[in-house]
């Protein structure tokens, strides 16, 4: 049994003030929103709100028990099968898809998570950035193509590697981490985990099984993470080390994974390779466990069998899992399989069930927007997103859905509106006010006051795009 503790961990030193050597507040997150624009638009960029809500779980809890955490720091989850994970300067922290495959259990997700959110808060991007020569870090665009493709040695994202040039060859160099950044994002980390009631131990036995691994050529992808982060011996040492000194703390032999994570892994493998691979390994799983077959690996195969369009094998295998007290995300695919043979109406009903149950699971609510919209009822949503966005005034995809049902419903000043809302939320000042500018140029479906409305926020919004651009030119940042 795991029994949480908020004793310090050994020996942590003063690290002292960190903030002299860095970029300012404001720099780093001008800095970090160009970056995030780009990132966002890269194929890899998953807009999953289930797999992004349970990263940035395990991120809050760590926060949760840092000293003095940013406000504004955001976990994504990046496509690709190798094993890495990134932090970027302003606060983002990337986690590839073939790095949760690979734990075995939450605590090591969060081990990594941790180690990553170190590198945030002891500013070493930052202050990589402000000792390094401007001319090696001008073209942001080059710097979020570097972080993303290089840490890949998937053809098609290598490809766009070398298209960047030099420049982001200079710039991702900036960006690898010096032993000694790693000794302290380890050190941090490891404080982190212990704090938040993870398993502490999971951060070196998962580093050591990386190291093993990679030693034996066993797996794919691993050096991408080597590159990036210098693992050596005498480092998992101090990890062990740090272990033996846990003070008064007790921790089973394996830790208690939440069902997100279980579930969530699951998705993240069902989702890896071909259809036909992703079905036969959960079919391969379930065979092999006749005793107690985990929902979690029903799920998987449920999931894939969908990928494969296998629609009735999916319901099927669904069904035994979602009776005795289902879980959210086997609702939502629940419904999605419905959705997929043309049985809308069951689809719509199963979420508005699911959701009486689990109001805030946001995955939930959007697929249930969506069907309502393909259902032609426009008015409706613009009802309820109107009611939700009074909740969650920061919720990009909300105006997403108002903007495609405000076009259903005929009022295009509406629509450029709420998708200037969704830019604005998403930090891409550019787009949203190219929205706006179109939303008041319109002649038709609206009214003085929504025009009123449109002219005000494109004001605002272009004064505030005005100040980011001045900033990012005295930063020379092209």
């Known amino acids: 049994m795991l029994v949480a503790s908020n004793a310090p961990a050994q020996g ?37 709100p289930e797999l992004t809500d349970y990263v940035t779980s395990v991120g809050q809890r760590l926060l949760a028990v840092a000293d003095n955490p940013p406000h504004d720091m955001t976990y994504f989850v990046v496509r690709d099968d190798t094993v890495n994970a990134f932090a970027l300067v302003g606060g983002h922290i990337g986690i590839h898809t073939g790095l949760i495959a690979l734990t075995q259990n939450e605590s090591e997700l969060a081990g990594v998570m941790a ?56 710039i991702q160099q900036q960006i690898d981490y010096t032993r000694e950044n790693e000794r302290e994002a380890d050190r941090v980390g490891f404080q982190l985990l212990s704090r938040s009631g993870y ?20 797996m794919k992808g691993m050096p991408s993470y080597f590159r990036t982060h210098p693992l050596t011996t005498e480092r998992i040492a101090e990890m062990a080390d740090r272990s033996q000194h846990l003070p008064g703390v007790m921790y089973g032999e394996n830790s208690l994974d939440s069902m997100a994570y279980r579930v969530m892994r699951a998705k993240v493998i069902a989702e890896s390779g071909s259809a036909t691979e ?10 092999d466990q006749t005793v107690v077959r985990p929902r979690e690996n029903i799920y998987g ?21 979602r009776a005795n007290g289902s879980y959210p995300a086997f609702e939502l695919l629940a419904g999605q399989i419905l959705a997929d043979m043309h049985r809308g109406d069951e689809a719509i009903a199963v979420y508005r069930a699911a959701l009486k149950d689990n109001p805030g699971y946001r995955a939930l609510t959007y697929a249930y927007l969506d069907q309502m919209l ?7 949503v613009l009802a309820d997103v109107e009611e939700r966005l009074r909740q969650r005034t ?25 998708q200037a809302e969704s830019y604005y939320r998403r930090n891409n000042l550019p787009a949203a006010v190219d929205q706006l500018e179109i939303a008041v140029k319109q002649t038709r479906g609206g009214d003085f006051y929504e025009m009123s409305m449109a002219e005000s926020r494109l004001r605002e919004l272009r004064a505030q795009l005005e100040n980011e651009k001045a900033a990012e030119k005295a930063l020379k940042i092209s």
């Open 394 to 418: 920061d919720d990009w995809h909300l105006y997403e859905l108002q903007a495609r049902a405000f076009a259903a419903a005929g009022r295009p000043i509406g629509q450029h509106r709420a």
């Open 301 to 321: 195969l449920a999931y894939a069998l969908r990928r494969a369009h296998d629609f009735e094998g999916a319901w099927k295998t669904l069904q035994p899992i």
């Open 199 to 218: 398993d502490p131990r999971a951060m070196q036995t998962f580093f050591e099984r990386m190291l093993r691994a990679n030693r034996l050529n066993e």
């Open 115 to 170: 180690h990553e959110t170190g590198h945030i808060l002891q500013k070493h991007q930052a202050r990589m950035i402000h000792s390094a020569s401007r001319a090696q870090w001008t073209s942001l665009a080059a710097l979020a193509l570097a972080v993303l493709a290089s840490r890949s040695a998937s053809g098609g994202q290598a490809t766009e590697a070398a298209m960047v040039g030099a420049s982001a060859l200079q």
């Open 278 to 287: 992703a079905v036969t390994l959960f079919k391969t799983l379930l065979e």
């Open 374 to 380: 393909q259902a032609g009822h426009a008015k409706e």
């Open 12 to 48: 942590l030193p003063d690290l002292g003030d960190i903030s002299a050597a860095s970029l300012s507040e404001s720099q780093e997150r001008t800095i970090g929103n160009r970056i995030m624009r780009e990132v966002r638009v890269d194929p890899a960029y998953v807009d999953d």
